[in-house]
């Protein structure tokens, strides 16, 4: 085994490699989302393992970032992708292979630990790694996660008419009343994305302080969107924001973020006094239906609470949770297998893990 770090030249292999051997889609682990981190001056790695016949086996994103208390960490969102094999042994080698690599990377970059929130699926047909096999590689669960656990998926290969039958009787009837209130859906266009993307920012942050969830910089969005509206890519990347009107005045917004054969929603915003016009039902089933036209195979509803582990973190996540379920109520929720790290540094991560509780009670 050989390890690579793949450059620009090389982009569409690394993409296509994702795309077939995700179980979440691919997006975070995407050659683009790699390019949008780096917008973000964040350093990046892209790490290939390759067989003698420069075949990927596996490839992984990481990222370094810098937590609370200025701590240094390489984080891996959704990955590292592993390629599809029969052999757990085989699989075992490549990521032993691979994180003795992000070891290096860590003790260069002065990290304390590995994070690595795997895009695996419990209980997935495809995966031989059980939570087991991790423990025995030297991963330990972290005390929380980063990325969701848990989501919905809509398959986008049945007929529209399948789909609306999947959702809830109450989910189909305030479609309709928003259609009928006269709510309005368009997408930002390269023209309109910066008028359009100030709107947004404004309600996402009345949002974020009325629903009290921390939002990042309005930076952050404006280049994923930005990079989203600019790049070319074989395999469909892009990212979207969806608007939502009513009497010209914005009151619903969405980004989209679209890889592959999936697309996900990835954050969104509502004005509450507004919320008569059930525009947010109006807005998912027009990204559901663009998507659909757009040949997209799967619609990630995003984050919901987890039934496989409760956390007060996600205390608050009910009605986001009945909301987003109420769009595919007959299908099974999907949990992933979560945070889990590799400590480079053990004595240090105990005195920030005691930190981080102890910050908890702080005023």
């Known amino acids: 085994m050989n390890i690579v770090y793949y450059k620009y030249s090389k982009k569409d292999k690394w993409n296509e490699f994702v795309v077939k051997n995700s179980e979440d889609g691919g997006l975070l682990q995407s ?9 973000m001056n964040k350093k990046i790695w892209r790490i290939g393992i390759e067989d003698k016949k420069e075949n990927l086996l596996a490839c992984c994103l990481a990222v370094k970032e810098r937590g609370a208390l200025g701590i240094n960490f390489i984080d891996i969102y959704r990955g590292p992708i592993i ?13 032993i292979a691979l994180f003795s690599e992000l070891k290096r990377i860590a003790i260069e970059e002065k ?10 699926i419990e209980n997935s047909a495809n995966s031989l790694l059980k939570k087991d096999d991790f423990k025995n590689l030297g991963f330990i669960r972290s005390y929380r996660d980063i ?3 848990s989501t919905i998926f809509i398959d986008l290969k049945q007929p529209e008419s399948k789909i609306l039958s999947q959702m809830k009787p109450k989910h189909r009837y305030n479609i309709r009343l928003a259609e009928k209130k006269g709510v309005k859906i368009k997408t930002a266009d390269k023209k309109s994305l910066e008028s359009e993307f100030n709107k947004f920012w404004k309600l996402l942050e009345l949002t974020s302080i009325r629903d009290e969830f921390a939002i990042h910089k309005k930076k952050y969005y404006w280049e994923m969107l930005n990079l989203g509206e600019t790049i070319k890519s074989k395999q469909n990347f892009t990212v979207k924001l969806y608007i939502a009107e009513h009497n010209k005045k914005i009151i619903a917004a969405a980004v989209v973020g679209c890889f592959g054969n999936m697309a996900a ?8 006094s507004q919320r008569a016009l ?23 509803l995003g984050g919901i609470k987890s039934e496989s582990e409760k956390s007060s973190s996600q205390e608050s996540w009910s009605g986001i949770t009945r909301f987003k379920i109420g769009f595919a109520s007959k299908n099974r929720t999907t949990e992933f297998f979560g945070l889990w790290e590799i400590a480079v540094k053990p004595a240090q991560r105990r005195i920030y893990k005691f930190l981080r509780k102890l910050s908890r009670y702080l005023p």
Not at 111 to 120: E, L, M, P, Y
């Open 31 to 39: 050659f683009e989302w790699g390019l949008f981190r780096e917008i």
């Open 83 to 95: 390629r599809k094999s029969k052999k757990k042994s085989a699989v075992q080698n490549v990521l």
């Open 111 to 120: 990290a304390i630990a590995i994070r690595t929130d795997f895009g695996i």
């Open 147 to 149: 990325q969701p656990r």
């Open 265 to 272: 929603y990835m954050h969104g915003a509502s004005d509450n």
């Open 278 to 300: 059930m525009a947010p039902h109006l807005l998912q089933w027009k990204i559901i239906q663009d998507a659909k036209k757009d040949r997209y195979s799967l619609y990630d």
